[in-house]
């Protein structure tokens, strides 16, 4: 089971607190966009076995939105962070690399 930390409020639950939201960090399309474009922010999703960013929201909290960095197939949360950035902390990245070795934001970015 998943521990996450609500960053706007400070509490820590279990998963059953919270509700997943999809993946984090995507870029979207605005009117003038081409359909390519608008399929792909529709329907494709990254599904990595490994790190992931992720959207979550504090349902029975205080009902906010923030990010959570996690690994698939551990299910060991790196940190969690506003959801208000457009890419994760520098401390969550330093966290990730250092139980990852080789492992780059920027097969992210």
Not at 83 to 89: F, I, L
Not at 101 to 109: L, V
């Amino acid at each position: 089971m998943l521990i996450l930390t609500c960053p706007n409020c400070g509490v820590t639950g279990e998963e059953t607190e919270f509700h997943a939201g999809g993946e984090a960090h995507l870029k979207r399309f605005g009117p003038g966009s081409s359909d390519g474009e608008f399929e792909t922010y529709l329907f494709m999703r990254e599904n990595p076995k490994g790190v992931h960013f992720e959207r979550w929201r504090h349902v029975y909290g205080c009902g906010k939105w923030f990010h959570a960095a996690r690994c698939t197939t551990t299910l060991e949360v790196f940190g969690t962070y506003s959801a208000q950035v457009t890419e994760p902390p520098k401390e969550i990245r330093d966290t990730i690399s250092e139980k990852r070795p080789g492992w780059t934001w920027r097969d992210f970015a």
